[in-house]
């Protein structure tokens, strides 16, 4: 693979004076945004430590990075827990002379480090390049890490013939032991690679020159703090902006960065002149007079709709890229847990019904069995954002099409509570643009989840994994599921609350 603005026999200004070296994740960082690799490369304690979900992501990663290797017989990993970049470029050196597959790999040119994922050998003296992604699909940000490691490893002296891309197959179904072959999609990108690699010195070169400044470079917010992933230092530089931004517009993220670059921040300061969809102007009106939005008109028949007895219902589910259970999609979602609070007159009870899966084995049939035991034969099922938990009902009558005529009828009987604030029916200015149930139940009844130990479903999902998978004391496991069921419990309880409070607004 000939690479243009290779010079193996020259060493660039760069190289020359003894400027630190620049890493992969170091040039991908650049990409994003100047600012973020001058803090990583000159002050990398004011990054953040990835949290609990992006650690997580690493380890997901890590796992199918490890699911690869089976793709290459007799390969080898050089310098495993070794830091030290000068002794694994060394063991690298060495290792090639193997002619075996080699994960890790590592090398430096022109002031540039990165390891391989593999590097597999063709012939006598050449190698495709392979990049092992947790992802479904081909992203941008691939190609620009396959190029970066390309014009590294072709001026360190190795002959790439290819450039390949190891990705998931989505429509990949376990069935027993993961099998490498079916799983990954191997995805030859050589042709886009050996393009972007000739921009890769200019950009490497203005790299160096960021980071040899003496401050950080002023990058105004915009797009790319959330693309391609969100940037650790998001929070820090978006600290400046009031509670109600233009950039809570609903649906109006692109035309909020607009009206940031003219000096405008406050939604209340939004000139006439700019165009808002009606949903829009009921969010800045909201925030000029501090006071809701409420349609009485659309609120009273919305819930005038509820047939007692009434079924409050939330699911919580995980979702990993290597599929834990027979008949499982990679990042399909398997239901694990419910809570269901039922209330069957006006004036009745509240009832509360919950499941929780036990042990490591497929959920799935359990929580059919269960949820069909739970809810009333009859009445209004409430669930907020119901594509999601209908969707999961039908995947499981994939499997378990006995309970398909159960589910069809649970369909005609299934109430959105997203709708009116998804259609602003109701609106308070505390929702911050947002309609989702944990920016709507503080703002309508002052009740949230900040006292939880488990806030959100995604954190519900990596706590139930660890303690099912994992290593834990029995002491830690029960302490944890306990806060499943509090959080769950809590989202079926906060539907009650938030459709007392809409009844209360319709005046009936």
């Not at 009485?296 to 079924?311: H, L, N, S, T």
Request: with cysteine; net charge neutral; hydrophobic share 40%.
């Amino acid at each position: 693979m000939k690479l243009a603005g290779i010079n193996r026999r020259e060493r660039t200004p760069a190289e020359r004076s003894g400027r630190r070296i620049v890493s992969k994740s170091a040039y991908l960082n650049g990409l994003q945004c100047p600012k973020l690799l001058w803090y990583r490369c000159n002050d990398p304690d004011q990054i953040p430590a990835p949290d609990e979900q992006t650690r997580a992501i690493f380890d997901q990663g890590h796992e199918v990075g490890q699911l690869a290797r089976q793709l290459f017989a007799d390969g080898v990993e050089v310098g495993r827990g070794i830091i030290d970049l000068d002794q694994v470029i060394a063991l690298s050196r060495q290792a090639i002379r193997l002619r075996r597959p080699l994960f890790e790999a590592a090398f430096s040119f022109e002031g540039a480090y990165a390891r391989a994922d593999v590097l597999d050998p063709v012939g006598t003296d050449a190698w495709d390049l392979i990049e092992v992604k947790s992802t479904a699909t081909l992203k941008d940000i691939h190609l620009h890490d396959l190029a970066f490691q390309a014009y590294v490893f072709a001026g360190a002296g190795l002959n790439i013939r290819r450039c390949l891309l190891a990705h998931i197959n989505s429509n990949y179904v376990r069935q027993g032991q993961i099998d490498p072959r079916s799983f990954f999609v191997l995805e030859d990108v050589t042709s886009q690679i050996s393009e972007l690699s000739r921009d890769v010195p200019e950009k490497l070169e203005e790299m160096f020159r960021i980071i040899r400044k003496p401050e950080y470079p002023q990058i105004a917010i915009g797009p790319q703090c959330d693309d391609p992933y969100k940037c650790p230092l998001h929070d820090y530089c978006w600290k400046f902006l009031p509670k109600n931004n233009v950039l809570t517009l609903y649906r109006g993220r692109t035309k909020g960065f607009k009206l940031l670059a003219e000096g405008i921040t406050e939604l209340e300061n939004i000139p006439d002149r700019i165009s808002l969809t009606a949903n829009q102007k009921i969010q800045r009106t909201a925030s000029l007079t501090g006071q809701p939005h409420v349609d009485k008109a659309a609120i009273g028949p919305f819930v005038g709709q509820f047939r007692y007895p009434v079924a409050y219902l939330d699911f919580e589910t995980l979702g990993t890229a290597i599929p834990l259970f027979d008949g499982v999609r990679p990042y399909q979602q398997i239901p694990f847990q419910y809570s269901c609070h039922v209330l069957r007159s006006a004036n009745g009870e509240l009832e509360h019904d919950y499941f929780l899966a036990e042990g490591p084995d497929d959920p799935r049939r359990q929580f059919m069995e269960r949820l069909r035991q739970a809810l009333p034969g009859d009445g209004s099922i409430v669930v907020y954002n119901a594509s999601f938990e209908l969707g999961r009902l039908e995947e499981c009558c994939e499997v378990y099409p006995e309970f398909t005529a159960w589910v069809n009828g649970l369909k005609r009987r299934v109430v959105d509570l997203l709708l009116p604030f998804r259609g602003f029916r109701y609106y308070h200015p505390q929702q911050g643009g947002s309609a989702s149930m944990k920016a709507v139940l503080p703002a309508l009844t002052g009740k949230g989840y900040n006292h939880l130990d488990i806030e959100e479903g995604g954190m519900a999902s990596l706590k139930f994994l660890r303690v099912t998978f994992g290593d834990v004391s029995p002491e830690e496991r029960a302490r944890v599921r306990k806060n499943l069921e509090e959080y769950c419990g809590l989202d079926t309880l906060g539907m009650v609350w938030i459709v007392e409070a809409l009844r209360a607004l319709a005046g009936g």
